[in-house]
DNA sequence: AACACTATGTAATAATATAACATTTATAAG
DNA sequence: CTTATAAATGTTATATTATTACATAGTGTT
């Protein structure tokens, strides 16, 4: 049988592995030094750990980065092989964060193009308002 | 005759005005201790002074925050009085920044609505790519 | 003058992230 | 199965980014 390379791209070595599932059960995105805590007790005792296993995770679209707040969250798309189309509606109040998965939203912003015609490869947007129970 | 309240807004404190000068003649994003490094010759010496003004300067809209960078730049957009709709092109290789302002975007991004319906007050928009140079 | 508000100055420290180097584990090719 | 290569790990130290806490000074209004 042997391990296909898409099987193996699925598979994330052992730190990734403990530092996903951490994020994957949280409700609400995790800073980099929260993780840190939180898998002291399964052996990942440095910052430097925890940023590789990030780093990784996002790049393979595991994960993303919530740019104004430093922290992460795991993707819940299906579709998001990668980290290159990420839009999220943050609440001011308490913080909450949504990955919004909009046909309409994705369809335009890929399709974008500045004044000088130019087309991007990859975009992150970022809404903040009030959610459903802060308002 | 008398300073209106209008008239008081746009008169920046003065480290305001040697922060907000700085980023204004800079021709791609300061960090804030670049920022405090390129100061310190007109007496502001601490962090904090560099980012009090950084805050006041963003939440009056003269300059903007690129979230993917840590770093500033001034408003190019007239409009623009508030920090609450932001668009920027990103190059990978040369970190050149420009501020977008396409009237067609920002119209989609401020009726964008989610699933439940939701309408934000706010949004920040980083797109990537390469530059015309880099390309 | 009294008040409220905004801005400043200063020191200390918290929070976020990377550099450098040694070692180990996983994968693919011969 | 062994050798070459790439990916991941472990560890220490340090760099970078940002805030807390507290004291003082300026500005505009009444």
Same mark, same amino acid.
């Given at each position: 049988m042997g391990i296909s390379k898409i099987d193996k791209m699925q598979n994330l070595s052992k730190n990734q592995q403990i530092i996903f599932d951490l994020i994957n059960k949280s409700p609400e995105p995790l800073k980099a030094y929260t993780i840190l805590f939180n898998v002291q007790k399964k052996g990942i005792k440095a910052p430097l750990q925890v940023y590789r296993a990030l780093d990784k995770l996002v790049e393979i679209g595991k994960i993303h980065k919530i740019e104004s707040r430093n922290a992460f969250i795991a993707c819940?798309? +299906? +579709?998001?092989?990668?980290?290159k189309a990420t839009a999220f509606s943050i609440c001011e109040i308490c913080e909450k964060v949504t990955e919004i998965s909009s046909a309409g939203l994705s369809k335009y912003l890929a399709n974008f193009k500045d004044k000088d015609g130019m087309k991007y490869s990859k975009y992150n947007l970022e809404f903040f308002g009030l959610c459903k129970k802060c308002r």
């Open positions: 819940h798309n +299906s +579709s998001c092989q990668v980290a």
